[in-house]
Each structure stands twice: as C-alpha cells, then as structure tokens.
C-alpha cells in the first residue's frame, strides 16, 4: 500500500525557501500569491500489516522534527482492518 | 594523564581530522577515531567531539540520518554519564536531533551558505568549554553553513536563557538564529553545541587562535578532576 506522508514547517516557523519562492513567483509576474509554504512529501510503499501507529511512530521518530515540523499521513488505499 | 577523547566520523563528515588536531594540539595526545557504525566507544573517555560536515548528504534534513546511526546510542548514553560531548556545526545539527540539545537548526534565514568569520560574545563563562574565556568578551571563529538558522519555541529559549544555557551569541547578523543564538548547552553543562567552528582558530596560520581556549579548558578541567 502507498502511504503519503506530508511534512510541513509548523506555523509560525519561518520558511525561508517559501519565502524565496513567493519572492520569485512574484518576480515573475503572478500576482495574487498571499503566501508560500515548502514542505515535503515523503512516499511510503508498506505492508497492509503496517498501522496507524506504526506510521506515526515512524513520523515521530525519524520522517518529522517535532520542534519544527508537522507531518500528515494519507493512505492511498483503504487501510484493510488490523485484528 | 593522557587525555582520552574520541572523533566521531559519519559518512559525510569533513571536519573530523580538523577537529582531531585541534585536540592533540591542545592536549598532547591523539583522539581515538571512531566510525558511526561502530556500537561501542573507547572505554573511560574524557572528551566526545561530533564534528562538522555534511553528514548523509544532509538526506532528509542535517544531522538527522547521523542521529540515528548505532554510535550516537553510546554517545547519548556517555554524554547522560557526564561525559564531555561538544558537537560543531553538522555535529550541532546531529546533537539537536538526537535530542540532547533542544532546538533544531533550520536553513539560513537568507537561503544562502554563509562562511567567514565571525564575531562571538561569550554569554557563560562557567562551564567547562567556556571557562577559558571572559563573560560578555568577543572572540572570532569561523563559521560555514547552510542550515545554522537556530530555531526553538519562546518557552524553550526562555528557559535556555534563564539557566545559562546560551554558550554563545552571534554579534552580527549570521543565519536568522532565534536571539542570535550560537551555541547552547544542555541542562547538566557537559554538552555544547556551536554552529561556529573552534577547531578552524587554533593555530596562528588559521587566522586566528580564539578556540583554541575552549579545547584547553576542557584539558584542564579534568586534569583538575
């Protein structure tokens, strides 16, 4: 199963890459961006074995950094159900 | 006594032998060299450096693959013993995210690499790395990064303030950092990172010789144990 995990910088951190995109977005004549945030997407290829709390744990301890991070997983498929 | 200190080595480190010589210059006797993938350091040791470089590629984010490779167990576990652990730079970056400093070091607030020499204030004197230097005194040491822009919540570097954690701050702008904040302490004092590189300001030719206080103090402080 495919599982998407999406990391984004918390609010209030500042994304300088977002910024330098908006800056350039800008620069290049799109008006109307209020703002950019850069995150990243991290795409996990996993057992139906694999739970919620695995994926959580993996976010927890490796995929995000907690002090700056959040992350949001998206399973691709329906979970199948884990006795 | 001969000192005993260790130079961890990740794949993707660049200022492990830097940072060797700094310590056999300073203390007469050469640091053990230990590779990440090793479980076990040198028994009995005085003195941890995590040096600086790109370790891992800086895959995912810096300092965070090098974290979670087998060594830094025993280095958590000798710096929870009172061992002496100073990272610079990708060491700094490996400290925060191995979670025995707080924080995180984020890309550079002005998206570039900065490198050059930068002035330092002195905010502890007190602790073991910083003993050999003046309260509120300047010192120069070179910095090179990409991702030194300090950052933790308002509560965090409250607390970091109040007990005298903040080892070091930049006196110009350098990165974005949080309060300027260039180095920090964790809460027993045994641990020190720095984003600036002592090490690079040990010998006259370097330019300058404004780290090479830090080292002996540390010589010294177990030379007085």
């Known amino acids: ?13 500042l994304d300088s890459q977002g910024r330098a995109i908006h800056h350039k977005l800008e ?6 961006v209020n703002d950019v945030r850069a995150g990243k997407l991290i795409e996990l290829d ?6 919620d709390d695995d994926l959580d744990a993996m976010c927890q301890k490796l ?21 | 006594m001969a000192f005993r200190s260790a130079v961890i080595t990740f794949p993707g480190s660049n200022c492990d032998r830097d ?39 800086d895959y995912l984010r810096s300092g965070a693959m090098a974290a979670r490779s087998p060594i ?24 925060t995210e191995s979670g025995l400093l707080p924080g995180a070091l984020m890309r550079n607030a002005s998206q570039n690499f900065v490198c050059r020499t930068v002035p330092l204030k002195v905010e502890n004197s007190q602790s073991l790395f910083t003993a050999g230097y003046e309260a509120g005194e300047t010192i120069h040491i070179p910095v090179a990064h990409h991702d030194g822009n300090y950052f933790a919540d308002e509560a965090t570097l409250d607390r970091l303030e109040g007990e005298g954690r903040v080892a070091f701050r930049y006196q110009d702008a350098v990165n974005g950092s949080q309060r300027d904040i260039a180095g920090v302490l964790n809460a027993a004092g045994n641990v020190l990172g720095m984003m ?30």
């Open chain 1, 27 to 32: 620069t290049l004549g799109f008006d109307g």
């Open chain 2, 19 to 57: 940072m060797a010589v700094a310590l056999e210059k300073v203390s007469g006797t050469a640091p053990f060299r230990v590779w990440h993938g090793d479980a076990d350091l040198p028994e009995k040791l005085d003195f941890i450096a995590v040096p600086g470089g790109f370790s891992y590629g």
């Open chain 1, 1 to 13: 199963m495919k599982v998407h995990i999406h990391v984004s910088l918390k609010p209030g951190v």
């Open chain 2, 72 to 95: 830094m167990n025993a280095v958590i576990d000798a710096a929870g013993k009172g061992v002496p652990v100073l990272g610079v730079c990708n060491g700094f970056q490996v400290l």
């Open chain 1, 63 to 83: 995929l995000a950094n907690m002090v700056i991070e959040n992350y949001r997983i998206e399973r691709q498929e329906p979970a199948k159900e884990n006795a």
């Open chain 2, 196 to 225: 600036p590189h002592p090490e690079r300001a040990v010998d006259e030719r370097h330019g300058g010789m404004d780290g090479w206080a830090l080292f002996e103090n540390a010589v010294n402080a177990l030379a007085k144990a």
């Open chain 1, 46 to 51: 996993v057992d139906d074995s694999v739970t």
